[in-house]
């Protein structure tokens, strides 16, 4: 871990970036100690759960679905290009930096061994770490697979798909409401008018925000962009799971104040990735500032020495303008619930009538003291010097 440059940091770059965030270092520590103390644990249980017979089956499915998955979506634009030949990346600083994600020039050796190089990715049931889920959060966004709206949302196609394994039981997670969103090519959330973030339809817009429950392999889809970068923050995608979750089944929404919220996680996108999709038009445009992923905050929290926090990608075709299909699978602990933790802070809420700013959200979800998620009541078992030893 890169201990004091993460420290050194947080308070400046949280000071300009965002207004909103108040989480203060001592508190970002414990959290860190106690999500590579349970990230470890979860990780013991790995090699058990991918040698049972119906793990084997799921990643047998998960394979033949990514390769469909890129097959179909090659095919539904026309796309014959013959991919280059794959290619290691080791322009890294962070470990997981350094692993190749791309996964491009491998799709033309389509016999099914290979797919499983290609699309195999990772069995394991490791818990992802849970960070902050930003001051952009807003509660209540529609259920709907492609968040990509008529205006704000020129950039790179994305077709993201997340599976999420229960690291209890090993099993998918199946009816659990993931939300997505993230920045458009020129680093504006939607939904948020705020110093810092004005959207151009304020409170309003919900451009690239949605919904998806997970099926009954724990996969959610989305039809999304690649997320432009803004001021103090390197390029992420937020995701956050509800679980037993009321649904208002008249307009396709979750019912406010139901449910449990059991991870909230970003996805970090690998430097290389960044820099050919921000080469590209309407990314130029952008004029703030870079964050690259060794000096953003929580991208440090995010990678821990058991968690991979970028998404294995590939090309479409032979442009990058043709889109990615992006995947990554994220062990998470159903039972474990943030609703109350200081880490979830709902900034707007869209209803009938549009955005509403939360007048709470100051409070950053409950004090902002920084307080461990009730999953850390658990913690109490596992030995002080398991916890300090993994920083
Ligand atoms: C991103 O959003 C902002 C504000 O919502 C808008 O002004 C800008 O044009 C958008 N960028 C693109 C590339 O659409
Ligand atoms: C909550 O959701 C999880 C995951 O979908 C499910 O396994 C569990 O049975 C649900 N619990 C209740 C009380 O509905
Ligand atoms: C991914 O691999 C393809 C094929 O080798 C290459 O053309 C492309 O530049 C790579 N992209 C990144 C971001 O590494
Ligand atoms: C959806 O329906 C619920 C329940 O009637 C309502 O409270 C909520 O405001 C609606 N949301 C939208 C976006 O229409
Ligand atoms: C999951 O969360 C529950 C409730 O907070 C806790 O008792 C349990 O130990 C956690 N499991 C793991 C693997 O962290
Ligand atoms: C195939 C693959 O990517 N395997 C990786 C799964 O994750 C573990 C640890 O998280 C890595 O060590 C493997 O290389």
Same mark, same amino acid.
């Given at each position: 871990? !890169? ?19 108040? !989480? ?35 990643? =047998? ?7 469909? #998955? ?83 949302? %020129? ?56 919904? =998806? ?49 059991? !991870? ?14 921000? %080469? ?8 703030? %500032?870079? #964050? ?29 303008? %043709? ?15 943030? #609703? ?52």
């Amino acid at each position: 871990m !890169h201990f004091s440059k993460f420290l050194a940091l947080t308070t400046a770059t949280l000071a300009y970036a965002h207004p909103g965030e108040k !989480h203060d270092a001592h508190a970002v520590k414990r959290e860190i100690h106690l999500r590579d103390a349970l990230a470890a644990r979860a990780q013991q249980s790995v090699g058990v759960c991918s040698q049972t017979q119906e793990a084997k089956q799921l990643q =047998q499915r998960t394979i033949n679905r990514r390769a469909n #998955t890129a097959h179909e979506l090659r095919s539904k634009r026309g796309i014959t290009a013959t991919p280059y030949k794959f290619r290691r990346n080791l322009a890294a600083l962070e470990k997981w930096e350094a692993i190749n994600h791309n996964k491009t020039g491998l799709l033309e050796l389509s016999p099914s061994s290979h797919e499983a190089e290609i699309f195999g990715a990772n069995t394991s049931a490791i818990l992802t770490p849970t960070i902050t889920d930003g001051p952009y959060y807003v509660w209540g966004e529609v259920i709907r697979q492609n968040v990509i709206e008529e205006s704000y949302c %020129d950039g790179i196609d994305v077709f993201l798909e997340v599976q999420y394994i229960d690291v209890n039981t090993c099993r998918p997670v199946q009816g659990a409401f993931v939300d997505i969103w993230n920045a458009n090519a020129t680093g504006v959330y939607s939904g948020i008018s705020t110093s810092g973030n004005y959207a151009a339809d304020g409170w309003d817009s919900t451009y690239l925000r949605g919904i =998806q429950e997970t099926d009954s392999d724990g996969v959610v889809t989305f039809s999304t962009i690649f997320p432009g970068h803004y001021d103090g923050r390197a390029t992420h995608t937020h995701l956050l799971t509800h679980l037993n979750s009321t649904i208002n089944r008249n307009n396709g929404t979750l019912e406010v104040g139901t449910g449990s919220v059991a !991870h909230i996680g970003q996805l970090f996108w690998n430097e290389v990735l960044r820099t050919a999709v921000e %080469d590209t038009y309407p990314y130029t445009t952008n004029t703030q %500032d870079v #964050t690259s992923n060794a000096d953003d905050m929580w991208s440090v929290e995010q990678a821990s020495s058991a968690y991979d926090p970028f998404p294995e990608f590939l090309y479409l075709g032979d442009s990058i303008q %043709d889109g990615l299909f992006a995947w990554i699978q994220i062990g998470i602990n159903t039972t474990a619930d943030y #609703t109350d933790n200081s880490y979830y802070s709902i900034a707007a809420y869209y209803d009938e009538d549009g955005g509403h700013e939360n007048e709470d959200s100051a409070a950053m979800g409950g004090g902002g003291s920084g307080g461990a998620p009730s999953g850390s009541m658990s913690m109490s078992g596992v030995p002080s010097a398991s916890a300090s030893a993994s920083a």
